[in-house]
């Protein structure tokens, strides 16, 4: 049984989560979290790796089917009330991490003006509610980090493989990131680095679910009562130093020829993937340079109305992975990420967001994250004091691309997690 309802005003979503595993999907302080036991769920991969053929082939449907026997009683009717389930998935099918759906008994909402809370039971578990009540803050932390299997040396070795890659006709783009490693103390409040994040950039999609936490700038998808809409981000620049030279920086990122081809090749790999499932596209002629704190995007706004029954699942399952995160083609490019990345992107890069039962849902990419609590990489063991924590950060490869100039995206990629761990 599902019940929504209507609550007081609420405020800070992210103190009502569980400190050590907190579960939020926030945008502008507005959005969706997850308290109390996990009353059903979806969970594959890792152990148990799907077919080559498809990195989601039954997840829509496995949804489906779960939400059949549900009796859902909303009262509010706004994006993400009644069933809905949090989701992260991993980026790539061989990947050791596994992806999940997590449905908690509790949800507490907050959007256009109004608060819900949603009380999910099951005959699963028939334990208490959890109150619906702020928990105070844990004391500050920080975490202490190094470089992973690829330092900035390695990085720029493995750039110059993804050119010679182009350069032999492998691939036209491929993206190669490169990771850092540390801990945090055991214990830790995890909500605080959420809520850093959210407070320092309120205009990218904040996420928590199963120990993933990050800012994402990047829409994947969002459907919404037959409107499909998603932003596409690819070239970058770091923001100039005062308004002349951050002028000077927006300006030298549209007019970039690099910048606009890797863009180009973003974008139309969506709008191939969505072609199936929707009716005309609406999307920008030109991108648009976004500004965000620490640098600026060429990003593109694509809109469209479904021409079919799928939900935001199976777009997940059409657009993952876009070129903004792989490179072109994409097959190709996946093999040349296996063969040049040292390391398990694991949910790096994957689709992060929520679900509901109708198949509504917004899902965004999994970056300016870290993974806690997963394996590191190298050079730390996990002890009982401390939390592994694993971070990526990558840059799309051109045929002219300077390996130094992309290491140095990748440390501007870094700074919001990284900023947010100290």
């Not at 009330?81 to 949090?86: D, I, M, N």
């Not at 706004?301 to 777009?315: I, K």
């Not at 790096?348 to 039962?357: E, N, Q, R």
């Amino acid at each position: 049984m599902v019940e929504t309802r209507e609550i007081d005003p609420v405020d800070d979503l992210i103190s009502f989560t569980d400190p050590n595993t907190p579960l939020a999907w926030l945008r502008r302080g507005d959005g969706i979290v997850g308290l109390g036991h996990q009353v059903t769920g979806i969970e594959f991969g890792g152990a148990h790796p799907l077919p080559e053929a498809d990195p989601f082939p039954s997840l829509a449907e496995m949804w489906r089917s779960l939400c059949e026997t549900a009796e859902v009683d909303d009262e509010v009717g706004l994006p993400g009330t009644g069933l809905v389930a949090f989701g992260a998935l991993a980026f790539d099918r061989r990947s050791a991490a596994s992806s999940r759906l997590i449905v908690p008994q509790t949800v507490i909402g907050r959007g256009r003006g109004r608060s819900w809370v949603t009380r999910i039971r099951s005959s699963a578990y028939d334990g208490p509610d959890p109150a619906i009540a702020t928990v105070p803050y844990g004391p500050y932390w920080s975490a202490t980090l190094g470089p992973g299997t690829l330092d900035p040396e390695g990085y720029q070795a493995a750039v110059r493989q993804g050119i010679a890659a182009i350069e032999s006709g492998e691939v036209q783009k491929v993206v190669l990131a490169r990771d850092l490693v540390g801990t945090i103390p055991a214990g830790s409040d995890i909500r605080r680095l959420a809520r850093a994040l959210s407070t320092e950039y309120p205009d990218t999609w904040t996420f928590a679910v199963d120990g993933l936490v990050g800012a994402s700038p990047e829409t994947l998808v969002t459907v919404s009562h037959g409107t499909v809409t998603a932003r596409v981000l690819a070239g970058t620049v770091p923001r100039g130093a005062d308004s002349d030279g951050d002028a000077t920086a927006s300006f030298s990122l549209a007019h970039s020829a690099k910048d606009r081809d890797e863009h180009r090749f973003a974008v139309q790999s969506v709008l191939d993937a969505l072609a199936p499932h929707v009716g005309a596209v609406t999307a920008d002629a030109e991108p648009f340079t976004l500004e965000l704190p620490n640098l600026w995007h060429l990003a593109t706004d694509v809109e469209a109305e479904l021409a079919d029954h799928a939900t935001s699942l199976d777009l997940v399952a059409a657009l993952h992975p876009t070129a903004a995160v792989a490179g072109t083609p994409t097959d190709a490019a996946i093999e040349a990420i296996r063969r040049i990345e040292p390391f398990d992107r694991r949910r790096y890069a994957g689709p992060v967001g929520w679900v509901g039962a109708d198949g509504d849902g917004e899902w965004a990419i999994a970056l300016r994250c870290a993974q806690i609590g997963a394996d590191p990489t190298r050079g730390y063991a996990e002890f009982s004091d401390t939390i592994p924590v694993v971070a990526h950060a990558g840059a799309g490869i051109m045929a002219e691309s300077d390996p130094e100039s992309e290491l140095l995206e990748t440390r501007v990629k870094f700074r919001p997690i990284v900023d947010a761990l100290a």
